[in-house]
């Protein structure tokens, strides 16, 4: 709020509408029941309510359908997110059934062990980070680039893998 109103080039009041000496004012007019809208359209002259309601009723609408979308684009965000993150992991579960395929039979169920991490946010990024964690520390090394990234892994590399572990 400023001590008195400033006007530009044109000569149109520019800043804040109400100054300090108004308020003065505007509390004078209450005490000989006056309303404040009155005083501020008879003595600062704005405009009626009604000249602006449409506006404002625009704005008010607007903002909660910019607020709807928001969150309809988060949700659908998270959705991604998820199915990114199932598709990986169902990835990731097929790799190793191959892999048990791949082994001797004394080798089948440690291969299929793994448990699920969780993350919180880390500046690596969840992208660059295992998703699961085989059981066996030595399976787990072996498959580490391709549980990060199971579509890199051809067959050559499967094979490979489970030579070592044989």
């Known amino acids: 709020m400023w001590t008195q109103p400033r006007k530009d080039k044109a000569g ?15 509390k004078d007019s209450l005490l000989q029941s006056e309303s404040i809208e009155d005083y501020l359209t008879r003595q600062l002259g704005t405009p009626p309510k009604e000249n602006y309601e449409e506006f404002c009723n625009t704005f008010t609408a607007t903002e909660e359908r910019s607020k709807q979308v ?42 299929l062990s793994f448990k699920q991490i969780k993350y919180k946010r880390t500046t690596k990024g969840v992208s660059k980070l295992p998703m699961v964690r085989c059981e066996v520390a030595f ?21 490979e893998i489970s030579e070592v572990i044989n």
């Open 12 to 26: 149109e009041k520019i800043g804040p509408l109400v100054t300090f000496d108004d308020v003065d004012k505007m």
């Open 70 to 111: 928001e969150t309809e684009r988060f949700e659908k965000k998270e959705l991604a997110k998820k199915a990114a993150k199932n598709s990986k992991l169902a990835k990731i579960e097929k790799m190793l059934k191959d892999l048990a395929a791949l082994l001797d039979e004394d080798f089948r169920n440690v291969a």
């Open 139 to 159: 399976i787990h090394k072996l498959m580490e680039p391709f549980i990060i990234t199971p579509s890199k892994l051809r067959k050559k590399d499967l094979t």
